[in-house]
């Protein structure tokens, strides 16, 4: 039997480059356990087959993972034309096959031009994406038939790194919610020869764009050696998932006022969302300014 894990209070955030063929949940719980946080989450399902970047966040920083969930990503994706699938990757079962045509480098950039900026996309069938409180996946997993919703998204930039005959190679960058799988099984529709996702790897998600990622295996070295202050010196503060947030700083006399959910007035605060310091740069919650400079507490930190 293997040993009870004595769970602890840990606060912090890991950014983890997840491994293929594992789930975004799965991986979630391998770091927590190797970590042994009583609480954790992540920030948007990465699918099986993708890897790259995931951010964690353990104990107070799951109060910002879904801050986190809405903000710009970017991937790299290998397409493979000529095939579409049920699940618009390549784990999925082959639903019909077409001859691809030769495809000039203006025909391409013709096909790519409408799936870029807003647009409005059909999610895949088989996602997390909810419909009746339940995964559309679960549906399509009972054969179930599904009328899978369209929404629109965003798609800042669509460029193509390497084009051969059956294969391309894109790097996405876009906004919340957008389904790179989606892309390639619309882009497939356009060139009149279907396509599916055939690698998918995130190479980032804002603020974090430029820190390196942990692999599950650096964990685990780490985890067979004791070494927790290793382990512990790869997460990131809270504060790291805020930084693109307008800082506001209270002194000693705000700092209580602010965390027992009175509001303060400033007029040189800036307008809208901000996070709030206290004395030594001690980050205290979430507020929102208003025009009048008038700072509301929206969320508290228990650091």
Known sequence: MAPRIS???????LLLDKPTGMSS????????????AEKGGHTGSLDPLATGLLPLCFGEATKIAGLLLGSAKAYDAEVV???????????????????????SAAELEGALAPLRGRIRQRAPIYSALKQGGEPLYLKARRGEAIDAPERDVEVHALEVLAQQPTRLSLRVTCGSGTYIRSLARDLGETLGCGAHIAGLRRLWVDPFREAPMV???????????????????????????????PRVTLDDEQTPRFRVGQRIRDASWPQGGVVVFGPAEAIQGLGQVDETGLLAPQRLFNL
């Open 81 to 103: 034309l000529g095939q579409t699938t049920d699940t618009d990757d390549s784990d999925g079962a082959v639903l019909r096959e077409r001859p691809v045509p030769a495809i």
């Open 215 to 245: 692999t599950l295996d650096t964990l685990r070295a780490l985890a067979e050696q004791g070494d927790e202050a290793g382990m512990e010196a790869l997460l990131l503060p809270l504060d790291a998932g805020l930084a693109h947030y």
């Open 25 to 36: 949940n799965a991986a979630l719980q391998v770091a927590r356990r190797l970590y042994r």
């Open 7 to 13: 769970f602890r209070r840990l606060d912090g955030i």
